[in-house]
């Protein structure tokens, strides 16, 4: 959707390396989430935001760190410690929180693979 | 854990075709979303269902949301190659607002 930016959107990582994935958007939305999808499981939430300086886990956060020092900014890390990182991410943002009825604008989604 | 099943997790049509799917959720929800991933794509907000028995249209796509905010259908009349894609149903439990749960999604192809 127009307004989120992934990047890079493909990515390759080698065994012990942290690598970060970029989130950015500018369409004032308070919360940013952060998805992995894997063929035929659909996506699981990894980490969420709801605002500035503050985020939850999500049900997969083990191996993953997230900050948010800005609204617009939402950045991924995978750490060696993810031990099976190779995954289609994607980064969603929603607006505004505290009002269940919005939807979820997706990024285009960072492909990280393993070397 | 809150949980949002969905089925089939693949449907293969003959363009023309109807097409269901169909997501139950263990919880009580507050609201439900669908939303479309076309291959190599991301997810794309379809339509939101907030009311107990609601009913809504989008051309040739009818969404429900259940009696009890617990489970919902999308339905396709008369598929087209553009229908293509993976649906995903996702719910906001009732009093969490924060958390959207993605059923598995159903991916739909279309033979033309």
């Known amino acids: 959707d127009g307004g989120i930016t992934q990047s890079p959107k493909y990515l390759f990582r080698k065994e012990g390396q942290n690598v970060t994935l970029s989130c950015e958007q500018n369409l004032n939305h308070d919360a940013m989430y952060w998805y992995r999808q894997d063929p035929g499981q659909g996506l699981r939430l990894i980490y969420y935001?709801?605002?500035?300086?503050?985020?939850q886990k999500g049900d997969i956060a083990e191996g993953y760190s997230v900050s948010r020092e800005k609204k617009e900014s939402f950045p991924l890390t995978v750490t060696s410690a993810q031990k099976n990182p190779t995954a289609f991410y994607l980064c969603?943002?929603?607006?505004?929180?505290?009002?269940?009825?919005?939807?979820?604008?997706f990024g285009d989604g960072t492909r990280l693979s393993i070397l | 854990g809150q949980q949002v099943m969905q089925i089939p997790q693949y449907q293969h049509v003959q363009e023309g075709e109807d097409f269901t799917t169909y997501c139950n959720s263990s919880t009580t929800l507050s609201n439900i979303q669908w939303y479309k991933q076309r291959p190599g794509g991301h997810p794309v907000f379809l339509i939101q269902?907030?009311?107990?028995?609601e009913v809504k249209k989008q051309k040739r796509l009818t969404f429900q949301f259940g009696e009890a905010k617990k489970n919902s259908s999308l339905h396709i009349t008369a598929t087209q190659t553009t229908d293509v894609g993976t649906y995903f149903c996702?719910?906001?439990?009732?009093?969490?607002?924060?958390?959207?749960?993605f059923g598995q999604g159903t991916t739909l192809q279309v033979k033309p």
């Open positions: 935001s709801q605002i500035v300086n503050d985020f």
């Open positions: 269902l907030v009311k107990s028995g």
């Open positions: 996702a719910g906001h439990p009732s009093g969490n607002t924060g958390k959207l749960i």
């Open positions: 969603a943002s929603r607006s505004p929180t505290g009002t269940s009825n919005q939807p979820q604008h």
